[in-house]
């Protein structure tokens, strides 16, 4: 069975999140990651397979170890569904400020 998770949800866990910071700048080893964490090596593996199921980590086989590294491409397509969502809540931001500052003026 092939299956394949949600990366909004691989996303929402904050470790994950660190793991991609991490390896954001260069592709590192499970070991280097785990190096990083508090948590026992098999439980940062589980993560490392979640962010590659959801093609936001690609691995690389260097000889006996697998670098991980961000795919760009798949961090594009996250970042292109949220775009009009920033942008609608910096409009109602700006358009809030303006208010608070014609406000502000006022008193």
């Known amino acids: 069975m092939n299956f394949r998770r949600d990366v909004f949800q691989a996303i929402s866990d904050p ?14 080893t499970a070991g280097a990651i785990a ?6 090596r098999p439980t940062v593996s589980k993560h490392l397979q979640i962010l590659t199921e959801c093609e936001l980590l690609k691995k690389e086989q260097n000889g006996r170890e697998i670098h991980y590294q961000v795919n760009a491409n798949k961090m594009k397509e996250v970042a292109d569904f949220i775009e009009p969502f920033r942008q609608m809540w910096d409009n109602r931001f700006n358009k809030l400020e303006a208010v608070m500052k014609n406000y502000q003026s006022k008193k």
Do not use: K, Y
Request: net charge positive; charged share 15%.
């Open 15 to 28: 470790t994950r999140r660190a793991i991609l910071l991490l390896v954001a700048t260069q592709a590192m």
């Open 35 to 40: 190096s990083n964490f508090d948590t026992a």
